[in-house]
């Protein structure tokens, strides 16, 4: 989209255009564009309508029902983050006292509004014009925001009342590459963390995969996930850190309740300098395997996991732990709010013509194939097993004692009641 393209959208033909576009459906849409050109809408403003159409409902998993009014590029849109995380973005300057903020990297808004949601006055910027204009589109039902088209890096921070600052980097190119080092960053990420000498306040949204090697020693580095996904990590500094500096895991679970509310549950671990390291143990196969969410484990967290769940290592260098007895579920089917839990049913050495012959014999045919520490590629063991028949598996393919082991499990499921319960038991989710 260029700016032509904007100002057709914004127009009011544009604007009752998108509004009467029916909900968007891939299979519809060159039959749908067709009959709005037979109806003599410009070919362009057609296009972009579809284009948007399309955009707000892939927006819709990350930003409810905000994203019927709101506006998008692509890019924009694979960058913003999820409406629930923006949200506790937002609590943390609330909770630090923080009356003004500024966004230097606001991309399409969605940070900015929720700060301006949140009661927050918002200064966001951006260097690229058009999407300063989507993120002005975006936000123009907040007063308290204001956005301007330029280089966040380069506001007055004093004059401007500022009082704790926002940034999330680009980390693709403009060809779509994506970029892993935090030096490539626009704007480097060693710039924006440097404005903690001028504003305490300070808090950048970067990639989940940031190595741990080379982050702020005075910084809470915190990796969030949502419903299983790692979504993001956070550099949060000063008042945005009241526990202090550290790593931390924050998992994110929504589960419908007993009334079909839609919740979300939110669990968080931590480590803080100065805490012993915990050392979890090593050892066997236990009656039960639980799979820490993959923003512990980024977080470096693992060992802290086991404890909370009662367990031990299979391998110290792998994510699984064992348990000779079942961890509490929560209601989202979680056990201590962070590790998905199975029942082991089974284990044995890894060989291709054993597992081959032990699922044949159960008339498996349908294999749910999880695996850690091995080189075994999922897809290619599904073909070679060539399996044919009704009934359903789950297996994990891991290391154990130093030797390649299969472990067949099944999930334990979330309470039907919404209650904690033990782990052993199996309910609807």
Known sequence: ?????????????????????????????????????AKGVDPDLAA???????????????????ADGMLFTQAGLEQASRLV???????????????RVADLTSGIGVDALAFAAAELEVLATDVDELTAAIATVNLR??????????????????????????????????????VFDPKAYAPPLDAVWALRERVPAVGIK??????????????????????????????????????????SALVLTTWTGPDGTERT????IAHRPGEHDVVPDVGGVGQYLYEPDGAVIR????????????????????????????????????ADGLARGYRVLDTMPFGLKRLRSYLRERGVGRLT?????????PEQLRRQLALTGDATATIVLTRVGGSQQVLVVEPLGAPSTGTPQSGAQEGPR
């Open 1 to 37: 989209m260029d700016a032509a393209t904007l100002t057709k959208l914004l127009s009011p033909e544009g604007w009752a255009l998108l509004g009467a576009l029916p909900p968007y459906d891939e299979q519809q849409a060159l039959v749908l564009s067709a009959g709005l050109r």
């Open 48 to 66: 972009a309508a579809l284009t948007q159409s399309r955009l707000r409902a892939a927006a819709r998993g990350k930003l409810g029902a905000f």
């Open 85 to 99: 995380v923006a949200g506790l973005h937002a609590r943390r300057y609330q909770d630090a006292g923080i009356r």
């Open 141 to 178: 039902h907040f007063p308290e925001a204001e956005v301007r088209h330029g280089d966040g890096l380069a506001l007055d921070l004093e004059g401007e009342r500022v009082e704790g600052v926002y940034a999330d980097p680009a980390r693709r190119t403009r060809g779509g590459k994506r």
């Open 206 to 247: 970067v990639g989940p995969g940031i190595p741990h090697d080379g982050l702020p020693a005075d910084a809470e580095t915190e990796w969030v996930s949502v419903d299983g996904d790692v979504v993001e990590a956070g550099l949060w500094f000063g008042p945005l850190a009241p526990e202090g500096a550290g790593r």
């Open 265 to 268: 549950t939110t669990r968080r």
């Open 299 to 334: 977080a470096g967290l693992v060992a802290h996991a086991a404890r909370g769940l009662g367990g031990r290592l299979l391998d110290r260098t792998i994510a699984y732990v064992t348990t000779d007895a079942p961890a509490p579920l929560d209601a989202t089917g979680l």
């Open 369 to 377: 194939i999880k695996k850690r520490g091995t080189a075994v590629t």
